[in-house]
C-alpha cells in the first residue's frame, strides 16, 4: 500500500469525522478523495460517493427517526420523483455522455473533465452555503395552509435535485434542506432528518442505476463505506466538545479552496 492510498483511507475517515461534527458537507469530499487520492475514474468514483453517502446518511436518518424529526410523507413528496431521476441519470444519462466531448485547440474536452468541472461547481456552491450559514437564517414557515399550497412545488424540485445528485455523487443536503424549511415549513431541525432519509433514499437506490453496467469493487466499496461510519462516530463524539458554526465555516472556506483547486487541475492537464 503506497502513500497515496494510505491518504486515501486517512481521507475516508475524514469524510464521516466532518459528517459526525456539523452534520453535513463531508460527503462532498468523497469523490475528491476517491479520484485524486485512489486513482478512481471519476465515473466510477460518483457511483462509489453514491453508496457511501446512502449508508452514512442511512444512519443518520435512523437517529434522527428515533428522535421523531423525520416527516416521511415529504419524505416520500421530495424522494419519490428524486430517485427516479437519480436512477435515470445513472442508468442512461451518465453513461450516454460521449468520452470525448470537444476539441478545443490542444486542449481536449472529455467526459471525466465535465464530471469533475461540475462537480467543483456543485462544491463551490456548498462551500458559499457553509461560509454564509444561510440554514442558520432560514425562516421556517408558520402559514400552514401556504406550505401546502406550496408542496406541489417539491416532486419539481426532487427531480432537480436528483439530476444534481445523479451526476456528480453527492447528498445535496445545502440544497435540500432550504427547500424542506421554505417549501414544506419544517422546522430545522425536521428539515434535517427529513433532508438525510431523503439522501439515503436517492444515493442508495440511485446507486442501483450503475450496479447493472459497472463493474464495483464490493471490497473496497465496503472498506471505504466502513472507515467513513467509523469516522462518523468519532465525530458525533467529538461533537460535544466543540463549536459546530465555527467548524461548519472553517470547512467551508476548505471546500471552496477544493472546488477551486480541481477547476485548476482539470483546466491545467
Known sequence: MDLMQILGYVGAVFIGLVLGLIGGGGSILTVPVLVYLLSINPVTATAYSLFVVGSSSLVGAGKNIQKKNVKF?????????????????????????????????????????????????????????????????????????????????????????????????????????????????????????????????NSLLGFLGDVTHMQIDWVFLLIFTALSMSGIVLGVYLNKFFDGSKLKKAFGWFVLVMGIYIIYKELTL
Open 73 to 201: 410523507k415529504t419524505a416520500l413528496t421530495f424522494a419519490i420523483p428524486a430517485v427516479i431521476s437519480v436512477f435515470s441519470t445513472r442508468k442512461f444519462i451518465v453513461p450516454a455522455i460521449p468520452e470525448e466531448i470537444a476539441q478545443i485547440g490542444d486542449f481536449m474536452l472529455t467526459k471525466d473533465i465535465v464530471i469533475m468541472l461540475f462537480f467543483a461547481v456543485i462544491m463551490l456552491l456548498a462551500s458559499f452555503s457553509m461560509i454564509l450559514d444561510k440554514k442558520s437564517n432560514l425562516k421556517e414557515s408558520s402559514d400552514v395552509s401556504k406550505a401546502e399550497k406550496s408542496t406541489f412545488m417539491l416532486p419539481v424540485l426532487g427531480v432537480f435535485t436528483g439530476l444534481i445528485t445523479g451526476v456528480v455523487g453527492a447528498g445535496g443536503g445545502f440544497i435540500i434542506i432550504p427547500i424542506l424549511v421554505i417549501l414544506a415549513g419544517l422546522s430545522m431541525k425536521k428539515a434535517v432528518g427529513t433532508s438525510l432519509l431523503i439522501i439515503a433514499i
